[in-house]
C-alpha cells in the first residue's frame, strides 16, 4: 500500500526552493573561494597545498544509535540496483559496469571523501600535502586501516591499484581520467613503460603514498575521491580485480564486506567488525536488490526497498499525490543536460544557427510542464552549487527571445528555416524523462524556426561510439555530462579540443588548461574559469538546456543527518550516494518505525 | 526412422554453422563498441589494448574460427557482462529458472486451454461458446507486461497476498506463470477449438456417428486423434518460445531467468553471449521440430519419415 500523504506538509520540492537553495549553495561557494577556501581545493593553493582542517572533515567515529533507531539486527538498509551493471563491487575494475546506484566502492575507503557538505574531506588519508610546484602529492594514510584477513593496508595497495589501472592487460574502461595528469600514465597504458614506473609509489614508510604529476594538479586531491583501493595480495593473486565479486574470495578494508552476491537477485553488505577507519556505519546490513529500473518504484510502493532514485515523470506524479514528504531533491553529480552540434559541418559550422537554437528554447516552460523537481533551467555549463559556476551573468547570452532566434536563423541565410536541412536529433538510451524532454525540444524548435527534427533515441553503446568517434559520427543530439570531480577543470575539460566534441576554440583551451594548473590566487583561478566558460556560452557549441536535480525517494524510517537539509540548505543523499567515497554510510540509520522483520529482507 | 533422426541430426549441424555465421557476421555489423559506455573517448592505447586482450584486432574470419574452434571444444567465452563466470555456467546458472517458471506455464495453458477449446467446439456458436472466445481473444490481444502489471498492482501493491518480484520461494512463482500462461492458453484454446470444430463436421465422424457410437467414443477416439495433427503442427513449436523466456515476464517480476539475456546482450554487445544464446536457440527449435515429425508418424500411420 501506498504510504499516506502528509497534506498539511510543505512541498519539499518545490521548484522555486530548489532554485533557491542552489542559489545559496552557489553564493557560499563563490564567497568561499573569494575568501580563498572552495571546498578545501582552490583553497590548497592559498593554504599552501595543506589537507583541509580536521574541523571540515564529519564526526563519524562511535556510531551508536540513537534512541529513536531501530535494534541493531533491523539496521538493515535495502536498495536497488541495475542488474546489467553487476559486473563488479569496485572502481579499478570496471566504472560503467559496476553496481552504481546502490550501495558500491565500500570494500576499501577512498583517500579523500565527499562530505555532505560537499566539500573534500580526509578518507583512507589523514593529510595529505603538496610540493612548491604543486606536482608531488604525498597522502599520509591511517596507519589503523587493515583488511578483514588481518593484514594492514599500506601504499601498496594503492600502488598496485593504480598500476593495475594502467596495466593495458586490464583496458579499464576510466584510463582518460588520470590521461596528462599523472607522471608515467599514458606511457604506461599503452605499454611503453613497465607499470612500476608509474608517477605513483611510497614515501618514507608504508603508510606514506606518493603521486607525481607532469603538471601543477591543485584538483588531484578533489580528483582521489576515485581511489578506493584493491588488495595488492588479492589482485596477485587473482589476476584480476573480480575476486570482490565472490564473497569467498572478497577481502575488505572498509565499512562493509560482502556476504552474497546471487546473480540477478542480490548482493548483500554485512558491517565489517574488522573495520577501523573513520566512517563508522550504524547500519549492519545493506542489501541490494538487483532489478530493472522499470520495477523500482513497484518494489518502493510495496515496501520491499526503502529507497530508490532516478523516478520517471509518472512516478513523481504519483508520489506527489501519495507520500510528498518521501521526496527528495538533490545536485546529484551537478550534471548538465545540453543540446550538442559537429561545429565543422553545415549547417552549425555557421554561429548564427547556433543561437538561433539556443534562442528558442523555453527553459521555463520544459522546467514547469515536464521537469518538475527534477531538473532546473541552465543558460550555461556549470550548475549552480559548482566550483566557479557563473549562471546569473551568463543567462542572457543564452536566453529566451524566439525574434532573436529567428533573425539569427535569418542571418544564417534560412529565412522562417526555408533550406534549411531536415535534422535527426540523437538521443542517448532515453529513460522516459529524456523522451519528453527531448521531443518538447524538437517541437519548440520546428515551432519557432520553422524548420523539421525528428528524434532519434540510439542504445547507449551505439551513441557513444557515435560520439566520441574522430571525427565525429553525430551531427546534432541531446546528452548531459556530471562532474568527475569537485573542480571546474573537470567539467570544462569536456569541451576541450579533441576531447567530446567536435567544437575547438584555442582560446578557451588555454584558459582552461592554465587555470587547471594555476597554484596562486583561488579567486584568480575562478575568474580563468569563467572567462572560459563565458567563451563556450557565447560560441554555442551546446545549447544548454537544464540542470539535473535528481529525484529520489526515501521511506519515513531512513533517518539521520543524510536526510536534513545540510548547511546549503539542500535535503538529500549526495552524490555518489551510499558508498565509502562520501559520508552517507555514516550518517544513514534505520528508524524503529521499520516494519519488523527485517533481518529476512 | 533411426536413419532419418540421424540424417535431421547431420542436417542440424549444418544449420547450425549456417546460423553461427549469420549471427556473427550480424554482431560485428551492428554499429557500437562493446566497451564504449564511458562518457568520454577512451584513449587509443586502451582501444588497442582491448581490442587484443578480446581477440578483436585479428580478421573477422580468424575470429570465427577461433570462436567456433573452442566451441567445438565446449568453450563459449566468457560473457563481457558477467565475466566472473563462463557463458557456459551463466546458461546453467539461469536457465533452470526460465524452464521451471516456462514449465508452469504450459503445465496451465495446455490442459486448461485444450479444455476450453474442446467445450467451446462442442459447444459450437452458443454463450459458452461466445465467453470461452472472448476469454481466449483478450488473452491473445493482451501482451504479457500488461497482465503482469495489472496482476502486481492487484495483489502485490493493493492486496499484498504476493510477492511483486523475485525469486526462492513457491509464491515468487504464482504471478509470473499466471501472466506467462494466459497468452499460450488463449491460442491453445483457440486452435483446439477450430481444429475440433473443422474436424467434427468431417465425413467420417459422420459415419461413426451413424454407427451408433457415443459422442464422448466419437471425440475421444476419432475426432481428438485426428484434430491433434494441426494442434501439434502449430502449439509444439510454441514450447521452445516458452522455454527459453519472457524478457517483460522475468524483468518485471525480478526473475533471474535467461530472457533478459537476450535483450541485454544485444544491447551490451556481449558478442560470446549472443552466439551462444542464438545456437541455444537454434538447437532447441531444430529438436522440437524433429519431435514433432516423429509425433506425426505416431499419431497417423500414414505418415512415414524418409
Redesign the interface.
Known amino acids: 500500500m501506498a504510504d499516506r500523504t502528509n497534506e498539511t506538509a510543505p512541498d519539499p520540492i518545490d521548484s522555486r526552493e530548489i532554485s533557491q537553495r542552489l542559489a545559496t549553495l552557489d553564493q557560499r561557494i563563490r564567497r568561499r573561494s573569494v575568501l580563498g577556501g572552495a571546498l578545501g581545493l582552490a583553497g590548497l593553493a592559498a593554504l599552501g597545498w595543506q589537507t583541509p582542517s580536521a574541523a571540515a572533515g564529519p564526526a563519524l567515529q562511535g556510531a551508536s544509535l540513537p534512541d529513536d533507531a531501530a535494534p541493531p539486527d533491523e539496521q538493515v538498509f535495502v536498495l536497488p540496483d541495475d542488474p546489467t551493471t553487476d559486473k563488479t563491487p569496485d572502481f579499478y575494475e570496471s566504472v560503467y559496469e559496476r553496481i552504481s546506484q546502490s550501495c558500491f566502492d565500500i570494500l576499501s575507503d577512498s583517500l579523500v571523501r565527499l562530505s555532505r557538505n560537499i566539500e573534500i574531506v580526509p578518507g583512507a588519508a589523514t593529510k595529505w600535502t603538496a610540493s612548491n610546484d604543486g606536482q608531488t602529492w604525498t597522502f599520509n594514510l591511517d596507519p589503523n586501516l587493515m583488511w578483514n584477513d588481518g593484514t594492514p593496508v599500506t601504499a601498496r595497495d594503492y600502488i598496485a591499484t593504480f598500476q593495475y589501472g594502467a596495466d593495458p592487460k586490464h583496458a579499464w574502461d576510466f584510463t582518460w581520467f588520470y590521461q596528462g595528469i599523472l607522471k608515467g600514465w599514458d606511457e604506461a597504458i599503452a605499454g611503453k613503460i613497465p607499470l612500476d614506473q608509474l608517477g605513483v609509489h611510497q614515501g618514507a614508510d608504508e603508510h606514506e603514498l606518493v603521486f607525481e604529476t607532469v603538471v601543477p594538479a591543485p584538483y588531484l586531491p578533489a580528483m582521489l575521491l576515485y581511489s578506493p583501493t584493491l588488495q595488492a595480495a588479492a589482485l596477485q593473486k587473482n589476476g584480476n580485480g573480480l575476486y570482490n565479486a565472490d564473497p569467498a574470495t572478497s577481502v575488505s578494508a572498509g565499512p562493509f564486506k560482502i556476504t552474497e552476491w546471487t546473480l540477478d537477485q542480490r548482493v548483500v553488505y554485512e558491517k565489517n567488525p574488522d573495520y577501523k577507519g573513520t566512517l563508522q556505519v550504524p547500519v549492519n546490513k545493506v542489501v541490494v536488490k538487483l532489478a530493472d529500473p522499470k520495477t523500482w518504484f513497484t518494489m518502493y510502493q510495496n515496501n520491499e526497498i526503502d529507497y530508490m532514485q532516478g523516478p520517471a515523470p509518472a512516478d513523481i506524479q504519483v508520489a506527489q499525490q501519495d507520500f510528498p514528504d518521501q521526496i527528495y531533491s538533490g545536485v546529484g553529480d551537478f550534471r548538465t543536460w545540453y543540446l550538442f552540434f559537429d561545429v565543422t559541418k553545415p549547417p552549425f559550422d555557421k554561429l548564427e544557427v547556433r543561437q538561433a537554437f539556443s534562442h528558442v528554447i523555453d527553459r521555463d516552460a520544459i522546467k514547469a510542464k515536464i521537469l518538475g523537481p527534477a531538473g532546473i533551467p541552465a543558460y550555461s555549463w556549470l550548475a549552480p552549487g559548482f566550483p566557479a559556476a557563473n549562471g546569473q551573468a551568463l543567462k542572457s547570452i543564452q536566453n529566451y527571445d524566439v525574434a532573436a532566434g529567428k533573425k539569427a536563423l535569418a542571418d544564417a541565410g534560412f529565412p522562417d528555416g526555408k533550406g534549411f536541412p531536415n535534422l535527426q536529433m540523437w538521443v542517448r538510451n532515453p529513460v522516459p524523462l529524456d523522451l519528453s524532454v527531448s521531443q518538447a525540444l524538437a517541437s519548440m524548435l520546428q515551432e519557432n524556426l520553422g524548420i523539421t527534427i525528428e528524434t532519434s533515441n540510439k542504445d547507449q553503446k551505439t551513441f557513444m561510439d557515435a560520439l566520441t568517434a574522430k571525427p565525429t559520427e553525430i551531427l546534432f543530439g541531446f546528452v548531459s555530462y556530471g562532474m568527475d570531480f569537485l573542480d571546474p577543470f573537470n567539467m570544462l575539460s569536456v569541451w576541450l579540443s579533441g576531447g567530446r566534441h567536435s567544437w575547438s576554440n584555442s582560446q578557451f583551451d588555454d584558459l582552461v588548461k592554465k587555470a587547471a594548473s594555476f597554484t596562486g590566487d583561488p579567486a584568480e583561478r575562478t575568474k580563468m574559469f569563467q572567462d572560459a566558460e563565458k567563451i563556450l556560452v557565447e560560441d554555442v557549441p551546446g545549447v544548454f538546456i537544464y540542470h539535473a536535480t535528481p529525484v529520489q525517494f526515501a521511506k519515513p524510517w531512513v533517518k539521520g543527518a543524510v536526510l536534513q537539509p545540510d548547511k546549503n540548505g539542500i535535503k538529500a543523499l549526495h552524490w555518489p550516494g551510499y558508498t565509502a567515497m562520501d559520508t552517507v554510510p555514516a550518517e544513514l540509520y534505520i528508524g524503529k518505525d521499520a516494519p519488523k522483520g527485517r533481518e529476512n529482507m | 526412422m533411426a536413419r532419418y533422426i540421424l540424417g535431421r541430426i547431420g542436417g542440424l549441424a549444418f544449420v547450425l554453422v549456417a546460423v553461427s555465421i549469420v549471427t556473427f557476421a550480424l554482431t560485428r555489423a551492428?554499429?557500437?563498441?562493446?566497451?564504449?559506455?564511458?562518457?568520454?573517448?577512451?584513449?587509443a592505447?586502451?582501444q588497442a589494448?582491448?581490442a587484443?586482450?578480446y581477440g578483436f584486432d585479428k580478421p573477422l574470419w580468424r575470429q570465427y574460427l577461433n570462436y567456433m574452434g573452442s566451441a567445438l571444444h565446449g568453450d563459449f567465452g566468457v560473457p563481457f557482462?558477467?565475466?566472473?563466470r563462463t557463458v557456459t555456467q551463466?546458461i546453467a546458472?539461469?536457465w533452470p529458472v526460465t524452464i521451471k517458471i516456462g514449465l508452469g506455464a504450459i503445465l496451465i495453458a495446455y490442459p486448461l486451454g485444450i479444455l476450453l477449446g474442446t467445450i467451446a467446439a462442442t459447444h459450437r456458436n452458443g454463450p459458452i461458446d461466445y465467453a470461452v472466445t472472448f476469454v481466449a481473444s483478450l488473452g491473445l490481444v493482451l501482451p504479457n507486461f500488461v497482465v503482469a502489471t495489472w496482476l502486481?498492482?492487484l495483489f502485490?501493491?493493493?492486496l499484498?497476498w504476493f510477492?511483486?518480484?523475485?525469486?526462492?520461494t513457491p509464491q515468487h512463482l504464482v504471478l509470473p506463470i499466471l501472466a506467462y500462461s494466459l497468452g499460450p492458453m488463449a491460442l491453445v484454446a483457440r486452435y483446439v477449438r477450430t481444429c475440433l470444430v473443422d474436424t467434427l463436421d468431417a465425413d467420417f465422424v459422420r459415419t461413426a456417428r451413424a454407427k451408433g457410437l457415443s459422442d464422448r467414443r466419437v471425440l475421444s477416439g476419432h475426432v481428438a486423434r485426428n484434430a491433434l495433427i494441426p494442434f501439434i503442427t502449430v502449439m509444439l513449436p510454441e514450447i521452445p518460445n516458452i522455454l527459453t523466456g519472457s524478457i517483460f515476464i522475468e524483468?518485471?517480476f525480478?526473475i533471474?531467468?535467461l530472457g533478459?539475456f537476450f535483450v541485454?546482450s544485444t544491447?551490451?554487445?556481449d558478442y560470446p553471449m549472443i552466439m551462444a544464446l542464438v545456437l541455444l536457440v537454434a538447437v532447441v527449435w531444430g529438436f522440437t521440430y524433429l519431435l514433432t515429425d516423429i509425433l506425426y508418424t505416431m499419431l497417423d500411420p500414414r505418415i512415414r519419415l524418409r
Open positions: 551492428v554499429p557500437g563498441d562493446p566497451f564504449a559506455s564511458g562518457e568520454r573517448q577512451v584513449p592505447a586502451t589494448a582491448r587484443a586482450k557482462q558477467s565475466p566472473t551463466l546458472d539461469t502486481i498492482l502485490a501493491v493493493r499484498g510477492p511483486s518480484g523475485g525469486w526462492g524483468q518485471m525480478r533471474p531467468g533478459r541485454t544491447f551490451t554487445r
